[in-house]
């Protein structure tokens, strides 16, 4: 089976978090996907959750982050 891309054709990488606002997959990850294993492909979308957290962190402080999980 093959992990369809997360991308949804909003590429912009954040400078502060180094993830893209689209898809929250870093340079590398987005680089990569085509020859990425499918493990790997589930383990960076099992990330997303995490990375909004981070990312919103980055962009509103702490607080906003935690009243999201």
Not at 10 to 26: E, H, K, P
Not at 48 to 55: D, I, L, N, W
């Amino acid at each position: 089976m093959t992990i369809p891309s997360p991308c949804v054709d909003v590429c912009r990488l954040d400078g502060a978090t180094g993830f893209c606002i689209g898809c929250l997959r870093t340079r590398d990850e987005i680089r990569e996907w085509k020859t990425m294993t499918d493990d790997l492909r589930v383990q960076v979308i099992a990330q997303k959750t995490h990375r909004e957290v981070t990312a919103k962190a980055q962009i509103h402080g702490p607080r906003a982050a935690a009243q999201t999980s």
